[in-house]
Nanobody, 130 residues
């Protein structure tokens, strides 16, 4: 059974930083893709960043590029989303997601921001105040 455990959410003032972590179990790291999505009030769910753990290549959404950095530890099957210079618009529930990325086409889609993810965490709240 695949399980995703998120941590690191919280409240911060605008301009501050937070680091989210997501650890997966029941997965083979070498062929895993993981991602972070967010659901902000009144907005559609948005993919923030994704990573292929096999070679640690990443995708980052334009809305957070230059402020958010996604990294991964394949040995621990864990991803870290470092979020800097946070703004009120970054407020929302952040969800970790994962999927097997065995086929090259799957990896290509993930790294283009269009991957499909089978497994989801429960989410962690990020609140940024002005």
């Amino acid at each position: 059974e695949v399980q995703l455990l998120e941590s690191g959410g919280g409240s911060v003032q605008a301009g501050g930083s937070l680091r989210l972590s997501c650890s997966a179990s029941g997965f083979t790291a070498s062929s895993a893709c993981m991602a972070w999505f967010r659901q902000s009030p009144g907005k559609e769910r948005e993919e923030v960043a994704a990573i292929y753990l096999g070679d640690r290549r990443t995708y980052t959404a334009d809305s957070v590029k230059g402020r958010f950095t996604l990294s991964g530890d394949s040995a621990k099957i864990t991803t870290y989303l470092q979020m800097n210079d946070l703004s009120v618009e970054d407020t929302g529930v952040y969800y970790c997601a994962a999927a097997p990325c065995i086929a090259p086409g799957q990896r290509t889609a993930v790294l283009a921001g269009g991957g499909s993810f089978h497994y989801w965490g429960r989410g962690t709240q990020v609140t940024v105040s002005s």
